[in-house]
Each structure stands twice: as C-alpha cells, then as structure tokens.
T-cell receptor, first 113, second 112 residues
Framework: SQTIHQWPATLVQPVGSPLSLECTVEGTSNPNLYWYRQAAGRGLQLLFY??????ISSEVPQNLSASRPQDRQFILSSKKLLLSDSGFYLC????????????FGPGTRLTVT | DQQVKQNSPSLSVQEGRISILNCDYTNSMFDYFLWYKKYPAEGPTFLISISSIKDKNEDGRFTVFLNKSAKHLSLHIVPSQPGDSAVYFCAASWSGTYKYIFGTGTRLKVLA
C-alpha cells in the first residue's frame, strides 16, 4: 500500500531563517506531487506541483521554492522566511490527470516568529 | 480570484439529522469534483467524487449532487454522526490538468 511521509511535524523558525520541508511517498511510481498551504480563511492553496523528476510548476509567486530530486521525494524550501509564510503545509500525491483523488500527508505546522 | 467557493464557514447539525454542505464554482472547464474531510493537524482524507457526466454519486452515508447549470455541488451526510465533525473541503479539476482547486472549507459540528 502507498504511504506518504512529511517531516518535521512542527517547526518554529525566526524571520529570515531558511526552510526545508521534506515529503516522500512509498509504494507507487512516478506520482504527481503537490505542496499546499492552509492558512486561516484561505482554504488549501496550491503552491507547487511536479509531474516528474526535476519538473516543477509554481502556482504562487513568493519566496518559496520546490525541488524534486528523486521520483518519490518532494522538497519545499525558502532562503529567508517571512511572517506570512506561517501555516500548515501539506504534501500530496496523485496518479493520472484530471481525475482521481489526491492522497495527503500528515502536514507540517510552520510558525515563523 | 476564488474559483471554488464555500460560502458557509461553519455549520452545526444535530446527531442523526442531515448535514448539507454547499460549494459553488465559477470555471466552466471544471469537470471533476471531490469532497475531502479534514481533522485538525491532519491531512485531508478523500470522501467522495463526481464527474460532470453525472448529477449524483452515493457512497454509504455520503451523497454528492452536481448541478452544472447552477455551477453548484453539495454534499449530503445522512445520518450525521459526532465523528463527522471536521472541516470539509470541496475541490475541482478538469481534463488535461494536474491541478486541483480547493474551496476555503466548511467546519461541520455534529451535536450529540
């Protein structure tokens, strides 16, 4: 069966510090991978998605970046965090295009102080 | 530009009664819709989906209705149970894309 891991579960970082969140998927090959952020009153905001190694599509211009160094690994990064980067970050995977459900990881609660 | 809207941020329902959660969308290209349930500090879990070729899909206590002319879908939960208390998100996608657009969520509270 497929599983998705995210770490860390919680993170408190000062403004201006770097960020690295990691997501890995087990039990499937060539998944589409996604990063979402849940902020108050904003629902689930799609940040990045990737349909293959090294392929990254950015949805929201901001100081975050994403990378996919391996088929089942997706990394969210920032060089300098802003207060507005606080939120609940979710990784998800999906197979196919245009239909089917996404499967979400447990999430990372990021607080920027 | 919110293409998927859930206009009710919260809803309270008595246990055993019907819960109706609503979702409106603006993009006519959307042809696949999903509902997710989310508990605090956890990732969303998939509940039910519907393709635009249907107007109803049922799975146990959960039924999703799609009204394409009104660009509206709804999730019915019958009977509602206290364990259904969570935030519910609707999402939409379309053929040829890898993207899913989510609404802002509705917090459902089922009162015992």
């Amino acid at each position: 069966s497929q599983t998705i891991h995210q770490w860390p579960a919680t993170l408190v970082q000062p403004v201006g510090s770097p960020l690295s969140l990691e997501c890995t998927v087990e039990g499937t090959s060539n998944p589409n991978l996604y990063w979402y952020r849940q902020a108050a009153g904003r629902g689930l905001q799609l940040l990045f998605y990737s349909v293959g190694i090294g392929q990254i599509s950015s949805e929201v211009p901001q100081n975050l970046s994403a990378s996919r160094p391996q088929d089942r690994q997706f990394i969210l990064s920032s060089k300098k965090l802003l207060l507005s980067d606080s939120g609940f970050y979710l990784c998800a995977w999906h197979l196919g295009q245009g239909d089917g459900e996404q499967y979400f990881g447990p999430g990372t609660r990021l607080t920027v102080t | 530009d919110q293409q998927v809207k859930q206009n009710s941020p919260s809803l309270s329902v008595q246990e055993g009664r019907i819960s109706i959660l609503n979702c409106d969308y603006t993009n006519s290209m959307f042809d696949y819709f999903l509902w997710y349930k989310k508990y605090p500090a956890e990732g969303p879990t998939f509940l039910i989906s519907i393709s635009s070729i249907k107007d109803k899909n049922e799975d146990g206590r959960f039924t999703v209705f799609l009204n394409k002319s009104a660009k509206h879908l709804s999730l019915h939960i019958v009977p509602s149970q206290p364990g259904d208390s969570a935030v519910y998100f609707c999402a939409a996608s379309w053929s040829g894309t890898y993207k899913y657009i989510f609404g802002t969520g509705t917090r459902l509270k089922v009162l015992a």
